[in-house]
């Protein structure tokens, strides 16, 4: 029976930071602040922003919302991404993706500024992750899947991990965060080969495909972690499940997120300890110290 890495015990040591670093911000006279950019009434991002108002009502940070309309004009809409730009009092945006189709994203991406993408969408944040230099920030789901390494003290050290997934959203950056911790990746997709025999031989296997409940028992070993990053509905079960086919792969692995409760509950408290950053970024800026 392995045991269940739950997020909220990870995001509740995050939150406790924030708090603090919130406190002497706010000492400092600087109130970290979160811009959203919301273009239409999407349920899921309605869900996530709810999600991420919450934490920053709990960690002491301010919301400011720019919503808009579906069908809003590209004139519009660019010029409210510049106005969180260029607002100092706002240190980071979260610009929901992906844009209606007449609305140029990857425009809006280049237009975005790094120092203010605390969700890690831009060339700029990417970069960062590649370099390993604080330009911009993570994507909060790759991040997310780290800090649940750090807290339950999975050293990655040495290791070898599986990444199942590409993307530019999870999987090739946290393969280029888990590199950081020197642990050596092996990134698998759709063109690999028997993905199955590259996974039984990590330390640490990362599902973050996208594909619901296509990890099963014939990916995984004994002593293993596994992290799930996947979610979705299942309609067959009525309930929510992840890439990980669950039944099959908790009795065999050592460690493993559920879903829900795992990585998803960690990813907006990400998303606001960003913002807290960037806050405390700005102040350095200006030559003022935060300690």
């Known amino acids: 029976m392995a045991t269940l890495l739950k997020g909220a015990p990870a995001a509740a040591a995050l939150s406790e930071k924030m708090r603090r670093d919130t406190e002497e911000l706010r000492a400092s006279g600087v109130t970290p602040t979160l811009g959203i950019l919301r273009v239409g009434e999407r349920d899921d991002d309605l869900s996530y922003e709810r999600g991420a108002m919450n934490r920053c009502a709990s960690a002491g940070v301010a919301v400011r919302n720019a919503v808009l309309p579906a069908d809003v004009d590209s004139d519009t809409f660019f010029a409210a991404l510049a106005d969180l730009n260029e607002d100092d009092s706002v240190h980071g945006i979260l610009m929901f993706r992906p844009l209606p189709k007449h609305l140029d994203e990857e425009k809006a991406r280049r237009l975005l500024s790094p120092a203010k993408d605390v969700d890690g969408c831009t060339d700029a944040s990417l970069a960062g992750v590649f370099t390993n230099t604080p330009i911009g920030f993570a994507p909060c789901t ?114 493993l997120t559920p879903v829900p409760g795992g990585v998803g509950s960690v990813t907006a408290c990400v998303l606001v300890s960003h913002v807290v950053e960037a806050a405390k970024r700005s102040l350095s800026e200006n030559g003022e110290s935060f300690i």
């Not at 999975?154 to 999870?170: E, H, M, P, Q």
């Not at 950056?173 to 997709?189: D, G, K, Q, R």
Request: aromatic share 4%; with cysteine; hydrophobic share 45%.
């Open 142 to 255: 790759a991040q997310a899947v780290m800090e649940i390494l750090k807290f339950y003290g999975i050293d990655c050290a040495g290791k070898k991990a599986a990444v199942i997934g590409r993307s530019l959203v999870v999987g090739r950056p946290v393969s280029m965060m888990l590199m950081h911790e020197n642990a050596t990746v092996a990134i698998c997709h759709t063109r690999t080969p028997d993905v199955p025999s590259v996974t039984r031989e990590a330390d640490l296997v990362i599902a973050c495909s996208g594909q619901m409940e296509s990890v099963g028992a014939a990916y995984v070993r004994a002593e293993q972690t596994v992290i799930d990053v996947g979610i979705g509905w299942n309609e067959e079960k009525g309930k929510m499940c992840g890439d990980v086919r669950f039944e099959e792969v908790e009795p065999v692995v050592s460690a």
